[in-house]
C-alpha cells in the first residue's frame, strides 16, 4: 500500500518484536526480513511476536536536546541541536497474564539482556495479518519504525475497580529507521 | 463535496454492502417513510454534534435506533447492537482524501415500547465518529 496520507487515530497500531538476530547493518530489508509473512517462517530464529493489548503508547522517535547559546552582541541566543539523551519506551498495557507468564515468547524476553530488534506500525485501519510484506501489513496503509532494544522490565499494577495493568519498558540502543512502508 | 455530504454517504455507504444486506436487517436512513412494513429493522441518524480538528473535520454521534417486535424479550436487540458493533466499531473508510472513523465501542440503551407504534420495541446503539479532511 502506502503510507498514511490521511488524517485519523491510529487505532489498530501495533508493536512487535523480533526472535530473530541483530542484523549486522541496519538496513530496510534487513530489518524487514525479521518480520516474515505472518504464520509461515522462514526457519528457525525468524519469526516476530506481537505485543497485543496495549493500551497507550509513548511518542515513537528520539526527543530533542536543543541547547541555547549566547552569542555576544546579538538580543537572543542560538539554539543548536545537542546529544539527545537516549529514551526509553514504555507501553501502557491492558495486562493478560497468560502472554507474559515465564516460559512463555514474551515473558522470557523481559530481562535477559537480549538485544532485538523491534517494529512499530502506525496503523489506522486493520490489517489482516502482521507481516512486513506487501500482502499483509501492505494491504493497508502504514508506517513502520524500526530499532533495536531490549526488553528490560514488566511492572504489573493490580486494579481493584478498572482492569489490571502492566508496564513494558523498552531500552533503545540504536537510532530510529524509517518510517517505511510495504 | 462537503464535509456533511461526504460524512453521510460514508456512513451509508456501510449498509449499502454485501455484507450488510447478507444480514438481512433492514436499514432506513431518518426521515424516510419505507413502504417495507417488517418488525424488525434500524434507523440511521447522523449526528455531527461537534467541530473537527480543522474546518474540513467534523465529530459527532451515529444514533441507530433498533426496533423489533414488542414482547420477544431483549435477546434480539443484543444480537443486532453485535451485528452492529462487527460492521461498525473501529472502522475506517476512506474516499476522496477524507476519512470517516469510528470509535473502538459503542453503546447500546433500551428505550422500551416504541410511542409511535406499541407493535415495536425500541433500543438506541450509539457510537462515536470522527471525520477528518485534509486541508490543502
Sequence with gaps: ?182 | MGKYASLELDIYSIFDQQAWRDENISARPTNFTSSNSSSEFIRLNVIPASPGINRKSVSGLLLIEIFVSAGVSTKRIFEIADILDEHIVGRYIQTNGRVTQFASGSTTGLDGIDSDDPALYRAEYNISFNHFGVLQ
Design chain 1, 1 to 182: 500500500m502506502a503510507h498514511i496520507s490521511s488524517i485519523g487515530a491510529g487505532l489498530y497500531s501495533d508493536m512487535a518484536v523480533a526472535a530473530g538476530n541483530v542484523p549486522g547493518t541496519l538496513t530496510e530489508s534487513a530489518v524487514k526480513a525479521l518480520f516474515p509473512v505472518d504464520g509461515a517462517s522462514a526457519g528457525e530464529g525468524f519469526d516476530y511476536f506481537r505485543v497485543t493489548d496495549v493500551r497507550e503508547f509513548p511518542a515513537m522517535g528520539t526527543p530533542p536536546n536543543i541547547v541555547n547559546v549566547p552569542v555576544y552582541g546579538q538580543a537572543s541566543s542560538q539554539q543548536i541541536q545537542g546529544q539527545s539523551d537516549a529514551p526509553s519506551i514504555e507501553l501502557q498495557l491492558n495486562y493478560v497474564a497468560s502472554d507474559w507468564a515465564d516460559g512463555t515468547d514474551l515473558g522470557d524476553m523481559v530481562g535477559d539482556g537480549m538485544s532485538r530488534v523491534f517494529r512499530f506500525t502506525l496503523l489506522n485501519s486493520k490489517p489482516t495479518l502482521y507481516g512486513s510484506v506487501a500482502a499483509e501489513l501492505g494491504a493497508v496503509e502504514n508506517s513502520q519504525y524500526y530499532w533495536v532494544g531490549k526488553i528490560e522490565a514488566l511492572q504489573v499494577t493490580p486494579n481493584l475497580t478498572d482492569a489490571n495493568t502492566a508496564t513494558v519498558t523498552i531500552t533503545i540502543q540504536s537510532d530510529f529507521l524509517g518510517a517505511f512502508t510495504d
